[in-house]
C-alpha cells in the first residue's frame, strides 16, 4: 500500500511540469541571411543570440519564441560591406542596436510547426509568418526555420536597381531543457 500512495505522489507531483511549456536554453545557434546583390548571392551571419524559449508541442498555447541579435555582429566576409551596413542607410546601428522577433501565436502546421512573430528591424514591426521544424531527443532539442523578408519593408537599404529587395532568413538553435 505504501508503494502505491509513494507512486500516486510523484505522479501528482509530476503531472503540473508535463503540463506547462519547457523553457529550453541555447547550447548553438546559427542565424543567417542570404540576398542578391549585383546578380551574385551575399551571405551574412549574426552572433551575439538571445532567446528567450518555452516550448512544447503539446501545448503550444502557453508556449513562446523570442530572440534578439546586436546588429553590429553581423558579418558578411567583408568588413568595409560589415561597416557599411551599421550605417543609416543599412541598419543604422548608432539608433537601432537589435533586430527582434517575437511569437505571437504558435501552431502545428504540415506535420511540423509555424508561429506568427513580429519581427522589428529598425524599429519597424512588420508581422511574418515563421514555418518551424522542433526535433526532440530527451533533453536536447533543436529548432529550425528559414523565412523570407522584404528589406524595404524595415527602411533597410533603400531603393537598388542592383541589390534584391527579397532576403531569406535561417535559424538554427540547439538548446538543452
Known amino acids: 500500500m505504501n508503494n502505491r500512495l509513494l507512486v500516486l505522489f510523484f505522479v501528482l507531483l509530476l503531472f503540473p511540469v508535463l503540463l506547462f511549456a519547457q523553457t529550453w536554453k541555447p547550447s548553438e545557434y546559427e542565424v543567417s541571411f542570404k540576398i542578391k546583390n549585383a546578380g551574385l ?46 550605417e543609416e542607410q543599412y541598419f543604422n546601428s548608432g539608433k537601432y542596436k537589435l533586430i527582434e522577433m517575437k511569437s505571437t501565436k504558435l501552431y502545428a502546421k504540415d506535420n511540423k510547426y509555424a508561429g506568427m512573430f513580429n519581427v522589428t528591424i529598425k ?9 518551424l521544424e522542433f526535433i526532440r531527443n530527451g533533453n536536447d532539442a533543436e529548432f529550425k526555420g528559414s523565412f523570407d ?11 537598388s536597381m542592383i541589390m534584391s529587395d527579397n532576403l531569406t532568413v535561417s535559424i538554427m538553435i540547439k538548446a538543452k531543457s
Do not use: H, Y
Open 41 to 86: 548571392t551575399v551571405t551574412g551571419r549574426f552572433t551575439g543570440l538571445k532567446t528567450n524559449l518555452v516550448f512544447n508541442p503539446s501545448d503550444l498555447a502557453k508556449s513562446s519564441l523570442s530572440a534578439s541579435v546586436d546588429v553590429t555582429t553581423i558579418k558578411t566576409g567583408i568588413n568595409k560591406r560589415d561597416q557599411d551596413l551599421q
Open 123 to 131: 524599429g519597424v514591426t512588420k508581422q511574418v509568418e515563421v514555418p
Open 149 to 159: 523578408l522584404n528589406r524595404r519593408d524595415f527602411g533597410v537599404g533603400g531603393s
